[in-house]
């Protein structure tokens, strides 16, 4: 089994910038793929930023430029650094884990999952 606890989430302003943090416990050493996921009230899970083991990165569209994930193997932590926060940026943010190489941006190729953390952009 593994578990994922986010933080970092929080309030800021149209420009600002936030950092995200997943620490995974458990079984970590058989995950392959992470991965940060978000949802807004009333819209689907979408995926915004993934990475593998071996450090392949996929962004979609909407962040690339902005975000940036990053992992550090010895902490078994994963990051989601994000600049020029806009106001379209406001859900809650998870992060997942799969046991797969694939460095998906689609949630219905991960197992483990966190309870998500607020990010709220104000204009």
Known sequence: QVQLVE???GSVQSGGSLRLSCAASGYASSIYSMGWFRQAPGKEREGVAAIN???SMRYANSVKGRF????DNAKNTLYLQMNSLKPEDTAMYYCAAAG???Y???PNVYGYWGQGT???VSS
Request: aromatic residues 6%; charged residues 5%.
């Open 100 to 102: 797969n190489r694939w």
């Open 53 to 55: 083991s071996v450090g």
């Open 104 to 106: 998906s941006l689609a």
């Open 7 to 9: 933080s970092g989430g």
């Open 68 to 71: 940036t994930i990053s992992q």
């Open 118 to 120: 607020q990010v709220t």
